[in-house]
Structure formats: C-alpha cells, structure tokens
C-alpha cells in the first residue's frame, strides 16, 4: 500500500509545476518508500522525524549517511516551503532532491526484496529489549 502511494506522489511530482508541491511530492515519495520498509519490518511510527531516525539508526545497512541525509533535507525542506514564508530552500538543495528520488524509491524496493526474516527479527528483539 505504501509502495502505491510512493509511485502516486512520484508521478505527481513528475506532473506538478509549482516549487512547493514538487518539494513535497518528492518528499513524500521518498517518505512512503520507507515507510514500506518499515512496514515489511512491522514497525509502525507515525512521526516522520522518528522514521527518519529508525532508518538511521536499524536500516544503516541498506541506506547511505548520505541517503538518510537526502531524506532528512527532503522532510526539512518540505516543513520549510510547506508551513513559512520567510524562508528560503536553495536551488541547489532542490535539484538534489528532485533528481535522487525515483533512485531512492528503487532503493527501497530493493531492500524490500533483499530484507531477510533474520534481520528482520533481530530488528524487532533490539525495538523490544528498548521498550523493556
């Protein structure tokens, strides 16, 4: 279900013209595509903040500092177009993030396929053992 909605914010990114939008679908595509991880996992957050830090800190095998960094600029620069006026994303920032998404969102696909029950249990026992 996350995958669909991934692919529906990609192709409406793809479709929109507005600065702002493309700033959110591109995000939104990258945060439904992680969210499926998450899902596969069956770990459920519904703070993207907290989804981003769970990919930091349990998927650091799959994804890059430099993908989680991608993800959490996305996030930052959505939050910054989408609720204030005063404030400025680079054009620079912008381009990367447009540019990385459909590779980001293969990426997770991957992980998807690639994701072994083991890892997946392991995930789960240290989720846990922190609640504990």
């Known amino acids: 279900a996350y995958l669909k909605k991934a692919e529906e914010s990609l192709e409406d ?3 929109v013209k507005t600065r702002d939008w493309k700033i959110a679908t591109a995000y939104y595509t990258m945060y439904f595509s992680v969210y ?8 459920k957050s519904e703070i993207h903040s907290c989804t981003i ?4 800190r349990f998927l650091s095998d799959y994804f890059s500092e430099r993908e989680c960094e991608l993800l959490e600029d996305a996030f930052n620069a959505r939050i910054d177009t989408q609720y204030y006026t005063d ?3 680079k054009d620079e920032t912008i381009n990367k993030i447009i540019e990385s998404v459909p590779d980001f969102m293969v990426k997770c696909k991957d992980i998807l ?4 029950e083991r890892e997946t249990s392991e995930i789960r026992n240290v ?3 922190s609640k504990e």
């Not at 499926?36 to 770990?43: D, F, I, K, S, Y």
């Not at 830090?53 to 930091?56: D, G, L």
Request: proline residues 0%; glycine residues 4%.
């Open 87 to 89: 404030r400025e994303v």
């Open 36 to 43: 499926a991880v998450l899902m596969r996992l069956g770990v």
């Open 13 to 15: 990114m793809r479709m």
């Open 127 to 129: 989720l846990k053992e």
């Open 53 to 56: 830090e769970f990919m930091k």
């Open 113 to 116: 396929l690639k994701i072994t």
